[in-house]
């Protein structure tokens, strides 16, 4: 049931409930009309705070609120004057538990769940550091320079994409007019 269809279909119970009760005391007096009286506007203000409030999470606990104290005044009813209401009751009834307070969904999501089955690592593993291999060739140099670079320099990680140059040795190198930067020697 979505939020304003409860809402709907706890003011409607409710009125028809309020209507119930005005025509169970209209005709009595004394105490029982004054207590009654009493029991009809505090239910009828609880009606109205729980409809403003409804979309707040305490709208719908006013409104469980409301049915338990209508239920209660039933059960007050049928002792003092010996007289039961099924059909009041029976609505009372579904209205306090459609009216029940639901579990707040705020609080579980705090709470972390751990998984039942949880794989722990060695907590000392010894690592091998993967070697660089640089697969288009040993040494680096740039197309517009006359130096070449190991291809870690940092001098060699400067050079853009399209301007490297590979070698696989150094006589290639020498022979095409490079000479060895220092990082080499």
């Known amino acids: 049931m979505t939020s304003t269809t409860r ?22 007096g004394g105490l029982f009309f004054q207590g ?22 305490w709208g719908r606990s006013v409104f469980f609120l409301a049915f338990l104290l209508y239920v209660a005044n039933l059960v007050v009813v049928w002792l ?4 039961i209401f099924i059909t009041l009751s029976v ?11 639901q579990p707040r969904q705020g609080r ?3 709470t ?12 000392s ?13 040993k040494l680096v140099a740039s197309k517009s320079s006359n130096r070449y670079h190991a291809p870690a320099c940092d001098w060699a990680k400067r050079i853009k994409e399209e301007r490297r140059v590979w070698f696989n040795d150094k006589e290639s190198a ?12």
């Open 112 to 123: 972390k769940e751990i998984p039942a089955a949880v794989e722990e690592e060695p907590h």
């Open 36 to 57: 009654e009286l009493f029991v009809f506007l505090l239910l009828a203000l609880l009606t109205v705070i729980g409809m403003v409030g409804f979309s707040q999470p």
């Open 91 to 101: 609505l009372a009834l579904i209205g306090f538990f459609s009216s029940l307070p």
């Open 7 to 28: 809402l709907f279909f706890h003011t409607i119970l409710m009125g028809v409930l309020l209507v119930a009760l005005v025509t169970m005391f209209a005709a009595r």
């Open 125 to 137: 593993m010894v690592y091998e550091n993967p070697k660089k291999e640089f697969s288009p060739g």
């Open 108 to 110: 579980s999501s705090k």
């Open 80 to 83: 003092f004057e010996g007289r």
């Open 174 to 185: 020498w022979k095409q007019g490079y000479r060895a930067h220092s990082c080499l020697s």
